[in-house]
T-cell receptor
């Protein structure tokens, strides 16, 4: 079974530029998550999709971050314009929505390391 | 609200010694508990999880964790560590909503195994 795919693996941009990250979840996984992991910290959830609908985006800085999952499969996270403090690893994860009373294990991609200069 | 506290940011331990990484959580509702490991420049990999049933959970690579509801803890243990266990370890909790699960991660514990 293929894992969660992310690209690019590394990206260096200057502040005020735009950047986009791509994620392809495990086949059949309805739930997709984007996390931001700043150096020395745990992952912080940015946005969670259930199929192509947003479940939780309460911690997404909506003035500069956007994400979409139009067909309920792969997803794109965009930052426009980037700030220095956006330097982080952006992790994508997916899970299969289980039956009531169960929970979902998240499977993570390798991440995209963003450096904003 | 949920929160996850990993009490130790760095844990050095000699090879073949036992180790315990501590995790405490706060929640007003039932939660599910996870430990993830992150090797350098890699994504997070699930070590083990507690959903229900036996409070002692065994995971991969010889790790285990015990769920203690009264102390709201989920400490990770391994009786004998190897050099290859050097990595960052994250405790996470999730609660199930009608629309899916909400996940919260701790700040991580850096485990360094000393030869």
């Amino acid at each position: 079974e293929a894992g969660v795919a992310q690209s690019p693996r590394y990206k260096i941009i200057e502040k005020r530029q735009s950047v986009a990250f791509w994620c392809n979840p495990i086949s059949g996984h309805a739930t997709l998550y984007w996390y931001q992991q700043i150096l020395g910290q745990g992952p912080k959830l940015l946005i969670q999709f259930q199929n192509n609908g947003v479940v939780d985006d309460s911690q997404l800085p909506k003035d500069r971050f956007s994400a979409e999952r139009l067909k309920g499969v792969d997803s794109t996270l965009k930052i426009q314009p980037a700030k220095l403090e956006d330097s982080a690893v952006y992790l994508c994860a997916s899970s299969y929505r289980g039956l009531a009373g169960t929970t979902d294990t998240q499977y993570f991609g390798p991440g995209t390391r963003l450096t904003v200069l | 609200a949920q929160s996850v506290t990993q009490l130790d940011s760095q844990v050095p331990v000699f090879e073949e010694a036992p180790v315990e990484l501590r995790c405490n959580y706060s929640s007003s509702v039932s939660v599910y508990l996870f430990w993830y490991v992150q090797y350098p420049n890699q994504g997070l990999q699930l070590l083990l999880k507690y959903l229900s049933g036996s409070t002692l959970v065994k995971g991969i690579n010889g790790f285990e964790a015990e769920f203690n509801k009264s102390q709201t803890s989920f400490h990770l243990r391994k009786p004998s560590v190897h050099i290859s266990d050097t990595a960052e370890y994250f405790c996470a909790v999730s609660r199930r909503l009608n629309t899916g699960n909400q996940f919260y991660f701790g700040t991580g514990t850096s485990l360094t195994v000393i030869p």
